[in-house]
Structures are given as structure tokens and as C-alpha cells.
């Protein structure tokens, strides 16, 4: 009887362990103009495809990501703003919302070098993480074990790191303006140069995209890439182990929506033990 018992539950965790870590490589990207229900929008997403949603009917959570609401509820709390001319390992710089903006607009897309990301903090500090959480229902999976949430801003043509995500559902949303995303399918990731940061719990890349390395050519030329364009109130899903990196058009502010259920925290948990591994070594060395 216990047999069949540890059985049956050995066999429950690995078929949802392999849902979780399974993979789509075609390169495609598909556009959805209208979702009907809330089932509908997780079978979409459930196929391991990028996906382009028109999300204007959730009116409401493009309004906690206007500039007006963002300056009126924390205009007085930092954000992370990076100059990426600067080494990748450069710490970011803390300023406020307000200079950071100013920094983004007075910038040209000739030198295109200020990227303001990775605040979920500043989210939490402010009284923009309960408007967020008042309104991201259609977002969070069934059984979403937690999730973090990001504002995200840049010069004109300034661009992000090439990476990937581990998370079950990452979401990003234009609230203003306009971005471009270079995206990438997992098969692809043998000629991206990948790097793991434990440190950080980041997966990313040197390759630049838009602009590929010399370094790089020969192994970069392979790779099957799909451009997106998206405008203000598009909503675009990027799976997990996809490669992806923004380019952000002037004025443009996208929010970034992740979550976590509990069998896919299961799923990479040898990545979760290993970034606690790596964080407890730098505590003994330092």
C-alpha cells in the first residue's frame, strides 16, 4: 500500500517537475487581440510561445504605470539607474524617481546610455505595490507561490542585457510609448555565450543584439532571432528559458510582471540551492 502511495506521489512531482522545465524552440511569436477568460489566457500561455496580448481593457493597471501616477505616489523614492557604458559589473546608481526620468530624457540617442530597472523595492516601498496588487489578478497563475514586480525605463534607444528568466509566467507590459524586443528560443542558447550569476540569480549574455560583437559573429550568426515591436497598452509573455533583451523608444515605461508557483520553484530548485550555495561562500570570504 505505501508503495503504491510513494509511488503515485513520485509520480505526481515528476510529470509536473517536466511541465515545468519543458521547453518550446520554435520561433514564433503569436498575437492574440482578444482573451475571453482567465482559463483561456493560461492554456495561451501554457504553450511555451511568446505572446503578444492587447491588454487595454485592464485599464486600470496601465494607469498605476502612467509617469503622472508613478511621480505622484513616489517622487520621493529611489530608483536603481545604470550607465551601460560603464562594465557590467558596475554597481547601479540610487536616485530618485524624478532625476532618474530627467536623466532618461535629457539623454540623446547618440550617447543612449541610462537604464533604470530591477525595482521591484521601490515598488514595495511605495504606494504603488498595493495598487499593483489590487489589479494584477488576471496575471497570477493558480497556486503562484510569489511575486515580484519591476518598472523599467531608458534613453532613447538604450538597451537591455541579454538574458533569460527562470520564473513560471514573466510579463511585460508598455504603459508608455513604444519598445522593441529581440527574442531568441532556448535551442538557441548554445551560440549566446551564456553566463550564470548566482550572486544575482541572473542568466545572461555579452552578445548585444542589436549591434553583435566581432567576437561573437561567427556563433551569433546561427541564432534564429524574432523581432517585436510594441505600443502602449500590448502585453507581451516571454517563457521561460527564452532569451530576450529590450530596446526602449523615447518616453517609453514598461512594467515587468513575474511569478512563481510551487512546483515551479520545485523544478529549479538545483539553481535556487546553488545561488545559496555561492552567497554563502562570498559571506566567508569577505
Avoid at 25 to 51: A, G, M, W
Avoid at 184 to 192: E, G, I, V
Avoid at 231 to 259: M, N, R, V
Amino acid at each position: 500500500m505505501y508503495t503504491i502511495l510513494n509511488f503515485c506521489i513520485v509520480l505526481f512531482i515528476y510529470i509536473h517537475v517536466m511541465f515545468h522545465l519543458k521547453k518550446n524552440d520554435s520561433s514564433e511569436v503569436y498575437e492574440i487581440t482578444h482573451l475571453q477568460t482567465k482559463d483561456n489566457f493560461e492554456e495561451v500561455c501554457d504553450i511555451r510561445q511568446p505572446v503578444v496580448f492587447y491588454f487595454n481593457h485592464h485599464q486600470t493597471l496601465l494607469d498605476v504605470f502612467k509617469q503622472e501616477n508613478i511621480l505622484k505616489e513616489a517622487k520621493s523614492f529611489n530608483v536603481n539607474i545604470r550607465d551601460t557604458t560603464k562594465p557590467p559589473d558596475t554597481l547601479d546608481t540610487q536616485t530618485s524617481i524624478k532625476n532618474a526620468l530627467a536623466l532618461v530624457n535629457k539623454d540623446t540617442p547618440i550617447t543612449s546610455k541610462y537604464l533604470c530597472e530591477k525595482n521591484h523595492e521601490f515598488l514595495k516601498e511605495s504606494r504603488l505595490f498595493h495598487q499593483i496588487k489590487l489589479n494584477d489578478t488576471f496575471l497570477t497563475p493558480p497556486m503562484s507561490l510569489n511575486s515580484s514586480y519591476d518598472l523599467q525605463f531608458a534613453s532613447d534607444k538604450c538597451q537591455s542585457t541579454l538574458r533569460y528568466e527562470l520564473n513560471y509566467r514573466t510579463f511585460f507590459l508598455v504603459t508608455e510609448g513604444t519598445a522593441s524586443i529581440k527574442l531568441a528560443s532556448p535551442k538557441n542558447t548554445r551560440y549566446l555565450f551564456e553566463e550564470n550569476d548566482y550572486t544575482k540569480f541572473e542568466f545572461k549574455s555579452s552578445v548585444n543584439p542589436w549591434s553583435v560583437q566581432p567576437e561573437y559573429t561567427v556563433e551569433v550568426d546561427k541564432v534564429e532571432w524574432v523581432d517585436v515591436k510594441l505600443t502602449k497598452g500590448q502585453l507581451i509573455f516571454i517563457p521561460a528559458f527564452w532569451w530576450y533583451s529590450i530596446e526602449f523608444d523615447k518616453g517609453a515605461i514598461i512594467a515587468k510582471f513575474s511569478y512563481r508557483t510551487y512546483m515551479n520553484t520545485l523544478a529549479i530548485s538545483p539553481r535556487l540551492i546553488n545561488r545559496f550555495i555561492h552567497r554563502i561562500a562570498e559571506k566567508n570570504i569577505f
